[in-house]
C-alpha cells in the first residue's frame, strides 16, 4: 500500500505542480505570467496577474506537498480548491478532456481527496516527521473545505458575462 501511495502522490503531485509552473512561467510549456493572466481573464476571472499568481502559486505548493507527503492534509485542501475551480471552469464543456472538459481537474479532486483520507503512506515526509496518522475529523473537514473554498473562490473573483463585455470594450478602445 505504501508503494501505491508514493507513486499516486508522485504522479499527480508533480502533474499538480507543473500545471502551476506553467501559469507563471515559460517553463514546461507555459505561456508565462502574461499568458496566465489573459487565460483568467479569458475565463471570467477578476485579478487577472493576482488571480494567475495565486492559483499557480498554490498548484505548485500544494502538488509539491503532497509529492513529498509533507503536511498532506493541507496540501491536498489547496489541490482540491485550485482544482474545482478548474472544474467549474471547463464544466461547460462537458465531462472529456478532449472537448475541454472537467475530467482531468476532477481527477485531481478525487486524487486528493484519497490521500487527505488515506494519508501518504510510510515513505513521506510526514510519516518521517511523526505527524502521521492524521485525526479522521481532519481528513473529512479537508474534503469538504477543498472543494468548498474553489467554489467561493469561483463566486468572489468570478465576473459576469455583462461585465467581461464591458471590460472588453473598455479594453478595446484604449
Known sequence: MDTGLLVLRLVAGLLIAGHGVQKVSHRLGGNGLAGGTEEFRHDGFRGGRITALAAGGSQVGAGL??????????????????MTVASTVK???????????????LVLVAVSAVLALTGPGRWSADHVLGLTPWPRWVSLAVIVIGP????LTRVVLHRSPASRRRTRHAQAAD
Open 65 to 82: 506537498f503532497l509529492a513529498a507527503g509533507l503536511l498532506t492534509p493541507a496540501a491536498a485542501m489547496a489541490a482540491m480548491g485550485v
Open 91 to 105: 464544466w461547460r464543456n462537458g465531462l472529456w478532456v478532449q472537448n475541454d472538459g472537467y475530467e482531468y481537474p
Open 148 to 151: 468548498a473554498s474553489g467554489l
